[in-house]
């Protein structure tokens, strides 16, 4: 998701933003979560035009219409201790379908293959059960848990690729 489609979402201007992006848009979207989101990575994006390729992306379906389904990205490009923290959000009727592991595999890969990173982070709800199921199919391990400011109580998971 670029500068340029976020700015338009943000100001209602959806088909612009639609056409920008080259996908269509889920309606109702974004919620005051998801607007939240955008405005913080459209600020970072603003600051470093060099983080975009780490920060959004939308999860699209493969089909003629490509739906936006969801949203991925990474907290931004590895840690000091290498790490890239990842994200991702698939909107409600798309869930338990395994669309967030199809795209946390391929962002994996890119990071793998463009960058590098060979240390991968999850931060999820410990009442998020879908989530940490699927961390662990991926081989994600409990690494420690910390308080977020917005969402609580998060458990932290590593995964070493090599």
């Known amino acids: 998701m670029s500068p340029a489609f976020i700015e338009a979402l943000l100001a209602g ?23 939240r989101f955008l405005r913080l990575r459209l600020g970072q994006m603003r600051g470093d035009p060099s983080l975009q390729p780490w ?9 003629r219409q490509r739906p936006m389904i969801g949203h991925i990205g990474f907290h931004g490009p590895p840690d000091r201790r290498g790490a890239a923290e990842m994200g ?8 338990r379908r395994r669309y967030a592991l199809e795209a946390a595999q391929g962002m994996m890969e890119w990071a793998v293959r ?7 982070r999850l931060s999820i709800s410990p009442a998020n059960a879908p989530s940490l199921a ?3 199919k991926m081989g994600f391990r409990h690494a420690g848990e910390h308080v977020d400011e917005e969402d609580g109580l998060e458990l932290i998971l590593e995964l070493v690729r090599e």
């Open 55 to 63: 920060l959004a992306r939308a999860m699209l379906l493969r089909t």
């Open 88 to 95: 991702y959000t698939v909107l409600p009727p798309y869930r």
């Open 114 to 120: 463009e960058h590098g990173v060979r240390l991968f």
């Open 13 to 35: 201007r959806r088909a612009e933003a639609a056409a920008s992006g080259g996908f269509a848009l889920p309606e109702g979207w974004p919620d005051a979560h998801d607007e």
């Open 134 to 136: 699927m961390a662990a």
